[in-house]
T-cell receptor
Framework: NAGVMQNPRHLVRRRGQEARLRCSPM?????VYWYRQLPEEGLKFMVY????????ESGMPKERFSAEFPKEGPSILRIQQVVRGDSAAYFC?????????????FGSGTRLTVV | AQRVTQPEKLLSVFKGAPVELKCNYS??????LFWYVQYSRQRLQLLLR??SRESIKGFTADLNKGETSFHLKKPFAQEEDSAMYYC???????????????FGGGTRLMVKP
């Protein structure tokens, strides 16, 4: 079991470009969570998805950010027209069920740098 | 509203000294609390959860509902314990469809030789 896989590990984008971050959950996990870690800050919840459904996106900025978890393939976090403030580490976690008791397994993260 | 507070951004101790990383929470429901550790440039790893009441790498944490705290303790710190530690609370999503983790701001533990 390869665990939660995120790619790329590092991503550099110029201001105004699009960033696409991918997350493949652990085998058998159908719940995916995205978190953002700004420099010198803790992790902030962004969005919670199940296959083909967004369960909670209360932590997502209203503009430029979107997420999906299609029936086939990885979950994608998309940031359009990136700005310097988007530079952060983006972590994905997965769990087999909806409750906290199931535990959450984290990926290694994608470090986005906007230049 | 649910909230997790870790009052110390940095905690520096000498090897062999006791360690206590503070965590306080605010939640109207029944709390499920976790400690995660992040070693340098690695992924977050679950250290322990309050429901299992186990000791991992010498660390323990007791849930104190009266004080709404879940402090992480270790009697004798080791250099390899140096890492970021995050306290997390599992909370219901807005629509009650599931749970998600709310994290504290993290505490960087530095254990000096």
């Amino acid at each position: 079991n390869a665990g939660v896989m995120q790619n790329p590990r590092h991503l550099v984008r110029r201001r105004g470009q699009e960033a696409r971050l991918r997350c493949s959950p652990m085998k058998g996990h159908s719940h995916v969570y995205w978190y953002r870690q700004l420099p010198e800050e803790g992790l902030k919840f962004m969005v919670y998805l199940q296959k083909e459904n967004i369960i909670d996106e209360s932590g997502m900025p209203k503009e430029r950010f979107s997420a999906e978890f299609p029936k086939e393939g990885p979950s994608i976090l998309r940031i359009q027209q990136v700005v310097r403030g988007d530079s952060a580490a983006y972590f994905c976690a997965s769990s087999p069920g909806a409750g906290g008791d199931y535990g959450y397994t984290f990926g290694s993260g994608t470090r986005l740098t906007v230049v | 509203a649910q909230r997790v507070t870790q009052p110390e951004k940095l905690l520096s101790v000498f090897k062999g000294a006791p360690v206590e990383l503070k965590c306080n929470y605010s939640y109207s429901g029944s709390p499920e609390l976790f400690w995660y550790v992040q070693y340098s440039r690695q992924r977050l790893q679950l250290l322990l959860r309050h429901i299992s009441r186990e000791s991992i790498k010498g660390f323990t944490a007791d849930l104190n509902k009266g004080e709404t705290s879940f402090h992480l303790k270790k009697p004798f710190a080791q250099e390899e314990d140096s890492a970021m530690y995050y306290c997390a609370l599992s909370v219901k999503t807005n629509n009650n469809a599931g749970n998600m983790l709310t994290f504290g701001g993290g505490t960087r533990l530095m254990v000096k030789p």
